[in-house]
């Protein structure tokens, strides 16, 4: 059984350009989670995808956008980017459990720099 | 509203010697607990959880972690460390009826030997 997988694992972009980062949920996980991880610290939640919505929202600009298609799999996109965007970007699944989910498990993260 | 507070940035053991992960959270809901553990480079494994079920949990690689609602606490500890335990860990608090998970800023356990 495959878990959390994500894509691509590297990524270097420049200020302004937009990205798109995948990921591909743990088997039998409905709802995927995003994560950005700056140097030094911990995980800070970006948004959440359940039913191919967004079901909850972190602190984070309109520039993070993002999308869930019907296989569970998940796309975040960032706009116009900057140089504090450089991170590690974690996406995470789990189950819907009502309001709430069942345990998350992270996938390995894609490592994003802007130049 | 949540946080977390892992107190000590870095800690360094022995090897052999108790590892204790310090970590208080606040939650306006009964919340769920975890800690995760990361190796460089890598993405977050989970170590243990408390989901209001026994106060002590026993998660993988021999950590184990006491739930203390007195003390809004939720420590992680290890009596023996191994050089293999050497990497950074992550305490984290979810209420039980949301999904979005608050972090720690994390702890950097080194193992000397």
Known sequence: ?115 | AQSVTQLGSHVSVSEGALVLLRCNYSSSVPPYLFWYVQYPNQGLQLLLKYTSAATLVKGINGFEAEFKKSETSFHLTKPSAHMSDAAEYFCAVRPTNAGKSTFGDGTTLTVKP
């Open chain 1, 1 to 115: 059984d495959a878990g959390v997988t994500q894509s691509p694992t590297h990524l270097i972009k420049t200020r302004g350009q937009q990205v798109t980062l995948r990921c591909s949920p743990k088997s039998g996980h409905d709802t995927v989670s995003w994560y950005q991880q700056a140097l030094g610290q911990g995980p800070q939640f970006i948004f959440q995808y359940y039913e191919e919505e967004e079901r909850q929202r972190g602190n984070f600009p309109d520039r993070f956008s993002g999308h869930q298609f019907p296989n569970y799999s998940s796309e975040l996109n960032v706009n116009a980017l900057l140089l504090g965007d450089s991170a590690l970007y974690l996406c995470a699944s789990s189950r819907a459990t009502g309001v709430s989910t069942d345990t998350q498990y992270f996938g390995p993260g894609t490592r994003l720099t802007v130049l």
